[in-house]
């Protein structure tokens, strides 16, 4: 059975490359940009899970085994080795907060597994400037989007999982509100090259329904032109309401690879790359490393430490092909995706306890941080 699906794993891969490749190049002859930037609503769904895939910079969905596996690969929560359940949180750009949670239990003796996971954008209290109230109306407002996801993932065999996400969207935008459906696939290959565990992740999020808006803030007065030719009388408002579009779900294909360079005794060294592909803006790529030590001085405690940096294609003015910038913009690195973190665990009996912390760079935007707190049993 392993066999075959090494030789499946390589006829994908080779067929991707065959497909994208000659994509690729009509792209650069043609020199055209059809990316529907700012094209989609949701955009809290890519924050993330966790402060360990913060700091890897997104490159985690192929290592992915653990509760934030609801979120970056649903596949890699088949591999989930205890029952466990994951806090975090941080606080964004511009006084906002964004908030996740997760918890996951493996069954049937680790042949499958389950999982609930929610996650939360937003802020409030903020108050209404308008023409007539430049300097506010006194009324507030707040915005609050959430989403809760179920996920079942399952082994096929020894080197292959996959898993199945399920989650219910909710986007508040003061009055006016929208809500979808959206499922997540993924999938996980795990295999060794020599004594060196890899890992492969295909992964496709957030593909749903669309989301249209409505509400009572989007009810307005019209006064209605009189008829070319008559008289001028005055006319009370009329109540009318704004017409909105539909806005479609970021869709993110990302393609993950992962492993190990160095394992000696309890410290291992991993290192991690990622391809993605975004509905909204130009594909992006990213790579980070890890760096762990397990069970220190045989007193439970374990130590990471974690670096990452991603490009940012909305941050780029040339045209970016698999992830790498052209070759005039080569030499403009700027610190906007680097990401830096480390994570500290206790274990006694079957029992673990761990804390996370990220810190990853926006560029003009500044820096974010981010905590999460783990329990497994």
Do not use: C
């Not at 591999?79 to 069954?107: E, K």
């Not at 989301?211 to 803030?217: C, K, Y």
Request: cysteine-free; hydrophobic content about 40%; overall charge negative.
């Amino acid at each position: 059975m392993t066999k075959h699906l090494l030789q499946r794993f390589g006829a994908v891969v080779l067929a991707a490359a065959l497909t994208t490749t000659p994509a690729v190049a009509t792209a650069q002859v043609a020199n055209q940009d059809n990316t529907a930037f700012g094209g989609s609503a949701g955009e809290f769904l890519l924050l993330g899970a966790g402060a360990r895939g913060a700091a890897l910079g997104g490159a985690y969905a192929a290592l992915a085994t653990d509760v934030t596996a609801l979120y970056y690969n649903p596949g890699g929560l088949a591999q989930l080795a205890r029952p466990g359940v994951m806090v975090s949180s941080n606080s964004y750009i511009a006084d906002t907060r964004y908030a996740w949670a997760g918890i996951a239990l493996p069954l049937a003796g680790g042949v499958r597994a389950v999982g609930i996971s929610i996650g939360s954008f937003g802020f409030g209290d903020q108050p209404i400037y308008t023409i007539a109230d430049p300097e506010g109306d006194g009324r507030l407002y707040s915005v609050r989007q959430t989403f809760i996801s179920g996920t079942y993932a399952q082994n096929f065999s020894d080197r292959f999982s996959a898993g199945l996400s399920v989650k219910f969207i909710s986007d508040r935008l003061g009055t006016a509100k929208a809500s979808g459906v959206a499922v997540d696939f993924g999938t996980n290959f795990h295999a060794s090259v020599g004594a060196r565990p890899i890992r492969a992740s295909f992964v496709i999020q957030n593909l749903g329904t669309n989301l249209e808006h409505t509400g009572s803030d989007l009810g307005v007065g019209v006064i209605r032109e009189p008829p070319l030719g008559t008289v001028d009388i005055p006319q009370e408002e009329q109540a009318a309401r704004l017409s909105t579009t539909a806005w479609t779900l970021p869709v993110l294909f990302r393609v993950g690879l992962a492993m190990d360079l160095l394992v000696q005794g309890s410290s291992r060294l991993t290192v991690l790359s990622e391809f993605t592909q975004p509905n909204n803006t130009k594909p992006g790529a990213g790579a980070g490393l890890e760096w762990a030590m397990q069970n220190l001085g045989g007193r439970g405690f374990s130590l990471a430490a974690r670096a990452s940096y991603s490009m940012q294609p909305d941050n780029q003015t040339d045209d970016i092909v698999f992830g790498v910038p052209t070759q005039e913009a080569a030499g403009s690195f700027t610190a906007d995706g680097l990401a830096l973190g480390g994570g500290i665990e206790y274990a006694r009996g079957t029992t673990t306890l761990g804390f996370d912390y990220a810190w990853k760079s926006m560029g003009t935007l500044g820096s974010v941080n981010f905590l999460s707190f783990s329990v497994g049993w």
